[in-house]
C-alpha cells in the first residue's frame, strides 16, 4: 500500500534555485493538495485540486505554482526559492468531502 | 479566512494523567476532523464528528462535538509516552475534500 508518496524526503536550495516537489497517491482520489508545516505552527493550504485539470489556490499561494494533468500525480513547483520558503511540506489527497485525508510522509526543504 | 481556534498550544502532563485540547470556531461546522502528528512524522486521521453532541470514543480517546457545531475536544484518559506528538483539528471546507482549515495543534508532552 503506497498510499501518498512524496519524493524527494530531503532538499536544500540555493535562494534563487527552483525545483518540484513530486507527490502521486496510488488510491484514485480526485482531491489532492499541497500544505507547508513550518515550526510551532499548523499546517497551512498552499494549492488543492478537486480533480485532473483544475487547480486552486490556497492560503499561501505566492511562489508556488501547482498543475493536475493526470489524477494520481500533483507536484508542487517553487518558482524561484527564497529562505521564507524553508518547510515541511505534506502533499494530501482524499476520495471527496468528508473523507478521511491522506497525507504523505512530508518533505523537508531547505532555502540558504 | 474562517479559522479554527485550538487550545492549549502546549501541554506536559505525567503519565497516566489526563489531557483535553479543545478546539473553537466562530461559524457552524459542517463537520470536523481530528489528526496527530508523531514528531518528526505527518499527519495521520483519528477521526471525523459530523452530527451535533456526537460522543465517539477509541479506546482511552474520548471526541466530542458540540451542541452547536462550533467546537469540539479530544479527552485522553490516563496518557501514556505513545500518546506523544500535536494533535490537530481540522474545519471541513465544502466543495473541497481535500482541503480543511486546520488549527494551530495542540503539542503534548509526556513525562514518563
Known amino acids: 500500500n503506497a498510499g501518498v508518496t512524496q519524493t524527494p524526503k530531503f532538499q536544500v536550495l540555493k535562494t534563487g534555485q527552483s525545483m518540484t516537489l513530486q507527490c502521486a497517491q496510488d488510491?484514485?482520489?480526485?482531491?489532492m493538495s499541497w500544505y507547508r508545516q513550518d515550526p510551532g505552527m499548523g499546517l497551512r493550504l498552499i494549492h488543492y485540486?478537486?480533480?485532473?485539470?483544475?487547480?486552486d489556490q490556497g492560503e499561501v499561494p505566492n511562489g508556488y505554482n501547482v498543475s493536475r494533468s493526470t489524477t494520481e500525480d500533483f507536484p508542487l513547483r517553487l518558482l524561484s526559492a527564497a529562505p521564507s520558503q524553508t518547510s515541511v511540506y505534506f502533499c494530501a489527497s482524499s476520495k471527496g468531502q468528508g473523507y478521511t485525508i491522506y497525507f504523505g510522509e512530508g518533505s523537508w526543504l531547505t532555502v540558504v | 479566512g474562517q479559522q479554527v481556534m485550538q487550545i492549549p498550544q502546549y501541554q506536559h502532563v505525567q503519565e497516566g494523567e489526563d489531557f483535553t485540547t479543545y478546539c473553537n470556531s466562530s461559524?457552524?461546522?459542517?463537520?470536523i476532523q481530528w489528526y496527530k502528528q508523531r514528531p518528526g512524522g505527518h499527519p495521520v486521521f483519528l477521526i471525523q464528528?459530523?452530527?451535533?453532541?456526537e460522543v465517539k470514543k477509541q479506546k482511552r480517546l474520548t471526541f466530542q462535538f458540540g451542541e452547536a457545531k462550533k467546537n469540539s475536544s479530544l479527552h485522553i484518559t490516563a496518557t501514556q509516552t505513545t500518546d506523544v506528538g500535536t494533535y490537530f483539528c481540522?474545519?471541513?471546507?465544502?466543495?473541497?475534500?481535500?482541503?480543511?482549515?486546520f488549527g494551530e495543534g495542540t503539542q503534548l508532552t509526556v513525562n514518563p
Open positions: 461559524t457552524t461546522l459542517s463537520n
Open positions: 464528528l459530523v452530527k451535533s453532541g
Open positions: 488510491m484514485n482520489h480526485e482531491y
Open positions: 485540486s478537486v480533480g485532473a485539470g483544475i487547480t
Open positions: 481540522g474545519r471541513g471546507v465544502e466543495t473541497s475534500g481535500s482541503r480543511l482549515t
